[in-house]
């Protein structure tokens, strides 16, 4: 019975490949239907070009009175809405009459799109894949599709120039915005390791700049994806906060691409954690709670006074407890250094950031039953960060990040080295 019981699971589990139970594919779809937001402007420009053309056949070119069918004419433009895939959104439609009976004429390709349409996940993967793959023309070409309108219904003129603002998208530069904080960290997807760049701007904005699949969080790998953030217009004039976990590779490549002088602010969470690791559990909650009471000091020489304190103590309870807490203690003080703990500790003395980031594409992916490839792997990631980048909120503390820049101005100058 144990065999036919396997032989019978293995089976659901192959045929559940192509056809996912009830549960899984509602979630399936929701997650596509998220990941697709960021084609939305591109499915409008689709309907504003069909609606043009339909407009063009039934009353012929603008300004041009022998095309078209008699007495039909153009009769200005009304607000309105349609549905792309469940979501009623507003624009502008334009008005065509019929002069001589004195009535409007409907437009076929408006009335199409007033009824919600059941979401094609498969044909919104198609169209994700292409974006990551870099084929911007044939994911342009399935735009159409994907949002209710045949192919032959949008131009090639509109194929074009939405491929073009796929690119855009997909490769956008970070020259456009004046950097103050880089947030960098390495977290496990899909059984691969990704390093994923944050960075916050000198108004508190968060944006998502970059991702990475790596073995490991190596120097070579990291340094390289640092030094393409920076060809992309990566550039922080007034100084630059990097935020780690403490991973030694990452820290070599920030010192190799920003150089010596950029300040560092080592995560307190990470550098507590590692540090209780070697006590025994009982140990571990009141070692927990004197780290956090060292680290919550306002001032760096009251926190740098409290931990030194709390190293001697541990050196006589563990040592490599205490080994453990010296090493790159003065990176995790960056914060009580530039004197600004007490009004910006809570968004940058650790990688909660990235970390809540990260939880909540893994919320989205989780549902995956299969990843098959690099590439899948790294299109679902970065779909979904952008999906999740359109509600960021700024930092907390954002008014006071002046301060920040002032002091890194005053104390701590950086300069960016691509050498």
Avoid at 44 to 64: I, P, S
Avoid at 143 to 148: D, I, K, L, S, Y
Avoid at 290 to 307: E, G, V
């Amino acid at each position: 019975m144990r065999r036919v019981r396997k032989k019978a699971a293995a089976h659901q589990r192959s045929s559940a490949a192509d056809v996912r139970p009830p549960s899984a594919s509602v979630d399936d779809r929701s997650v596509a239907v998220a990941l697709i937001q960021a084609l939305i402007p591109l499915g409008l420009r689709a309907v504003e070009d069909a609606l043009q053309q339909e407009v063009v056949a039934l009353a012929g070119a603008r300004y041009a009175h022998a095309d078209g069918h008699g007495g039909i004419a153009r009769w200005g433009s009304q607000a309105g809405s349609i549905f792309l895939l469940d979501q009623k959104v507003p624009i502008t439609v334009p008005r065509v009459r019929d002069v001589r009976a004195g009535t409007e004429v409907a437009l076929t390709t408006y009335a199409q799109l007033q009824t919600p349409r059941t979401q094609d996940v498969g044909l919104f993967r198609r169209v994700l894949g292409g974006v990551s793959c870099r084929e911007y023309e044939g994911a342009a070409e399935a735009v159409p599709e994907a949002f209710g309108l045949a192919k032959s219904s949008v131009s090639r003129r509109f194929i074009r120039a939405s491929a073009t603002a796929l690119q855009a998208l997909h490769e956008r530069r970070h020259d456009d915005a004046e950097w103050l904080v880089l947030l960098l960290d390495g977290k496990s997807f899909a059984a691969d390791q990704v390093v994923i760049a944050l960075g916050v701007t000198i108004t508190g904005e968060k944006r998502v700049l970059g991702l990475v699949q790596t073995a490991t969080e190596n120097k070579r790998v990291c340094a390289a994806f640092l030094r393409e953030l920076i060809e992309r217009g990566f550039r922080a004039p007034t100084g630059l906060l990097v935020v780690l976990d403490g991973a030694k590779g990452l820290r070599a490549a920030v010192r190799d691409v920003f150089g010596d002088d950029v300040p560092v602010q080592r995560c307190q969470w990470h550098k507590r954690e590692n540090v209780v690791s070697y006590l025994t559990k009982p140990l571990q909650v009141i070692w927990r709670r004197k780290l956090q009471a060292a680290y919550q000091h306002a001032t760096y020489a009251d926190a740098k006074r409290a931990l030194q304190k709390l190293v001697t103590e541990l050196a006589k309870l563990n040592e490599s407890a205490a080994r453990s807490l010296e090493e790159g203690l003065e990176d995790t003080l960056t914060l009580h250094r530039l004197d600004v703990f007490a009004e910006l500790g809570t968004s940058f003395k650790t990688t909660n950031l990235i970390e809540s980031v990260m939880a909540r594409v893994d919320a989205k992916t989780r549902r995956v039953g299969r990843w098959r490839t690099s590439d899948q792997k790294q299109r679902w990631c970065a779909a979904t960060l952008l999906h999740i980048e359109k509600h960021f909120r700024r930092v907390k503390g954002c008014k006071h990040l002046s301060l920040l820049q002032r002091a890194l101005t005053g104390k701590l100058p950086v300069r960016l080295a691509v050498a």
